[in-house]
């Protein structure tokens, strides 16, 4: 308990950190007065104030704040509706900004700490009739050496290849049971039977355990660096591709709130540092993208009444009502976190986790 809570708001902290930052440093290189850095909610702890901002750490840990003058009234000096359109998107969209780029320096911190890698042959058992590597010529016994070039080491790095190239074509140098090799090329399904991967194979378990090996792995900064951009990158089209799987029913859909993401980091945690830098970037991205939709009181519910505003030719909508708009989505939001609070605290009593 006391890892996963140590865990859960070092994580927390370091991603709220660097989204208000974002709002912070934008705000102040265009001029506008930024009145409290907070982090956490309301009631206040304890705050020093360094020039005209009140930097302050709060009772409720579970987000932060970066107060600007005038947020909705552009008659207050200095303020950030005073600014113009692409001012004000600018630091609206900088925390979702600085989220989406934290990543990169995760990933390649992880590729640098020695951690643990499994390495194993992904060996086929079946392959379903009919499916993209039944049509391909794959047989049972077969083993993946390469998909789309890249040597495959175990069977995560097969499924995860295949997740990033759903409904394109891919290649795979697969080696027969005879020895012989061969490339082969096919299409992964976005929506495969029930019962089916996109390919259409299961794995030989005992097989691949058997050939299992567990190495002792880092890299050096001029590899970890590159390396953590690719990981970066392919992580937005992972989490792109997972969101379309639910909305078109091949995966459920999964929801967790802050108790859930606290045992999913507690469990990361107990697996390394390496995984607990690789856990945060994923929610740091998680973060990104929920921050930017247009919901009200998200930062992307404030872009969109900047953008309103645009096609309206300036004409804005009035504070008040915008301040509304905000206060409402805040609570809808609040009774939203509150249910799946619920349900994440009932899976835990029922001694289940989040992770497969």
Do not use: C
């Not at 005073?82 to 969209?93: D, E, H, M, Q, Y």
């Amino acid at each position: 308990m006391i890892i996963t809570l140590l865990s859960f708001f070092g994580v927390l902290a370091v991603l709220i950190i660097a989204h208000e930052l974002g709002h912070f440093i934008t705000a102040k290189t265009n001029g506008v007065k930024v009145e409290e850095f907070g982090l956490g909610f309301p009631p206040r702890l304890v705050g020093i104030r360094l020039g005209e901002t009140l930097y302050s750490l709060n009772a409720i840990p579970l987000g932060g704040f970066v107060k600007m003058a005038g947020e909705e009234d552009p008659k207050v000096a200095r303020s950030l509706a005073s600014k113009g359109i692409g001012a004000r998107i600018l630091i609206l969209a900088a925390g979702s900004l600085m989220n989406a780029l934290l990543p990169f320096l995760l990933f390649a911190i992880s590729f640098m700490v020695p951690h643990d890698r499994v390495l194993q042959q992904a060996i086929v058992e079946e392959v379903a009739p009919g499916s993209p590597a039944a049509m391909a010529g794959i047989r049972p016994g077969d083993t993946f050496l390469e998909v789309n070039g890249r040597p495959i080491n175990n069977v995560a790095e097969v499924h995860r290849i295949i997740n990033l190239s759903l409904g394109t074509e891919v290649t795979i140098l697969v080696k027969h049971s005879d020895a012989n090799t061969e490339t082969v090329r096919l299409v992964p399904r976005w929506k495969p039977p029930p019962g089916q991967r996109a390919l259409g194979v299961k794995w030989d378990a005992e097989a691949v355990i058997a050939s299992q090996t567990i190495v002792r792995q880092s890299f050096p900064f001029w590899r970890a660096v590159p390396m953590g951009f690719q990981e970066n990158v392919e992580a937005f089209i992972l989490f792109k591709n997972g969101i379309i799987s639910m909305i078109i029913g091949t995966t459920p859909v999964a929801v967790t709130g802050p108790v859930g993401i606290a045992q999913l980091t507690g469990e990361a945690a107990e697996a390394g540092f390496g995984p607990l830098l690789e856990f945060a970037a994923f929610l740091s991205i998680n973060l990104a993208i929920i921050n930017i939709l247009p919901l009200p009181a998200l930062d992307g519910g404030r872009i969109a009444f900047v953008l309103l505003e645009g096609l309206r030719r300036g004409r804005r909508i009035s504070p008040k009502t915008e301040g509304i708009v905000h206060m409402i989505g805040f609570a809808l939001l609040m009774a939203f976190i509150l249910m799946i609070t619920f349900q994440d605290i009932v899976r835990i009593i029922q001694g289940n986790t989040l992770l497969p």
